[in-house]
């Protein structure tokens, strides 16, 4: 075995002189072969024994804590990747005390020895699950903190209001509250704001992280399982000449440029006696009612007709775009009269010839990230628990508001500004039960 590098080392021997030593490195010995071994170290012939039985060479890394993943001792071993390898070195670690790790055990000890708050423990999965660059990034952001850090900063806020508070009554010869309840509503107004500002990124945030949900509408033979087989890349969807070939729900997830789209196709809309058929326009109806965003695909080879017109009605108040699809053929419907009557920009597509997707792609980002899907600093909520914790808190801060508007005491502002305090911490985990904890990380894959 090689032997390492002995370092100089400075010592100081006097005020004003340093003397230099030759320093050899300790060791420690391995205990199968004997080797000597560098602390810290691992014996680089040494397999893996099951007994005197060497089941795998492997390579063993003992890590430390509080500086490991959980903040614990932690040992880990690295093993060739065969399957039946894999399962004798488990096997032995388990006979000899080892247990199998519960769903995000890991991840759980990294929260409950406070290496990680409950936010960017929430973000391991958000990173291991991300669809697109975006929603890496904005997981990535999370998990060094970026939730965090804000509502840590809103938290800590309200409690100095608190602390003033509560002082100012235990000591009221030392404290005047005279003018606090105006000052004390400024303040509670902007960290208002500041929590609006953190609710208007939950939609974004939403769609970032699990795509937009976007429903396909439109008649039969209009052209929309052509349209999902060419966003997809691929033939997912049955195409015939036969109206009513789709039936029903199919759902692809797929990436514009970016932007990640939860596509679903449906049943085309139409009048029908077939029990199976009526039953898929019925669930293509309820898809549209949740969507983010609607593709009306309109043949534009054909009339509009009542069908349409029903469809149309479907638009009415939500985000869509008409896809005036079959340009390559001649055309029976106005463009113009499109947009007249939906509202809705009408984008020119031939899946036959391959053209309009990019504008396609533009009117997305137009409608959804304000024209540019770039990401910088800002702070994206992705969560909805977070978001539902984050809704709490504001309206403990209207009470407060309010109450100071209605003149009471400040005992009143002190309970709903604890409240809101409270809500935000569930965020971070400062305020959450066992049962919560466990729920959340149940949902996390072993081995995290």
Not at 25 to 54: L, Q, S
Not at 135 to 143: D, H, I, N
Not at 309 to 328: F, Q
Request: aromatic share 6%; hydrophobic share 40%; proline share 3%.
């Amino acid at each position: 075995m090689a032997q390492p590098k002995r370092r100089w080392s400075k010592q100081r021997t006097h005020k004003r002189r340093s003397t230099w030593k030759l320093e050899t490195p300790k060791f420690a010995t391995c205990a199968h072969c004997h080797e000597p071994v560098m602390p810290h170290r691992v014996c680089p012939t040494c397999g893996y024994y099951d007994g005197e039985e060497v089941v795998d060479e492997v390579l063993v890394m003992i890590m430390r804590g509080p500086h490991t993943y959980t903040g614990e001792d932690t040992v880990e071993i690295d093993c060739h990747g065969g399957v039946y390898a894999m399962k004798r070195v488990l096997e032995t670690v388990l006979k000899n005390g080892a247990v199998i790790a519960e769903p995000g055990e890991f991840t759980k000890r990294a929260f409950l020895n406070g290496r990680l708050d409950l936010s960017q423990a929430e973000a391991v999965m958000d990173v291991i699950q991300a669809k697109n660059s975006m929603a890496l990034k904005s997981s990535v952001e999370q998990l060094k903190g970026s939730v965090q850090r804000a509502v840590k900063e809103i938290r800590a806020r309200l409690l100095h209001q608190i602390a003033y508070i509560e002082t100012a009554l235990d000591d009221p010869e030392h404290f005047d509250l005279t003018d606090y309840p105006q000052e004390l509503q400024k303040i509670v107004e902007k960290e208002s704001e500041n929590i609006s500002e953190l609710l208007k990124t939950a939609d974004d945030g939403r769609m970032i992280q699990e795509g937009i949900k976007t429903v396909i509408l439109g008649k039969p033979n209009a052209g929309k399982s052509s349209l999902l087989n060419f966003l997809v890349g691929e033939d997912r969807a049955i195409v015939t000449e036969i109206a009513g070939t789709t039936r029903d729900i199919l759902e692809e997830y797929i990436s514009l440029n970016g932007i990640t789209l939860r596509v679903i196709d449906t049943a085309g809309i139409r009048e029908t006696e077939d029990v199976v058929e009526k039953i898929g326009v019925g669930k293509a109806k309820q898809m549209a009612e949740d969507a983010d965003l609607i593709l009306y695909v309109v043949d534009s080879s054909l009339p509009l007709d009542d069908n349409d017109r029903e469809i149309m009605e479907l638009l009415s108040g939500r985000k869509s775009i008409v896809i005036y699809n079959k340009t390559d053929l001649e055309a029976a419907v106005d463009i113009e009269e499109l947009k007249a009557k939906t509202g809705s920009p009408v984008i020119p597509v031939s899946v036959v010839e391959e053209t309009g997707i990019s504008q396609l792609e533009d009117e997305i980002k137009r409608m959804f990230f304000h024209g540019e899907l770039s990401f910088n600093d800002e702070v994206y909520i992705t969560n909805a628990r977070h978001k539902a914790a984050l809704e709490e808190a504001k309206e403990s801060l209207k009470l407060v508001i309010g109450s100071i508007a209605m003149g009471m005491s400040e005992d009143f502002f002190s309970i709903d500004l604890m409240n809101a305090y409270e809500s935000l911490g569930r965020i971070v985990g400062e305020s959450v039960g066992e049962d919560l904890v466990n729920e959340i990380f149940s949902k996390f894959c072993v081995g995290k």
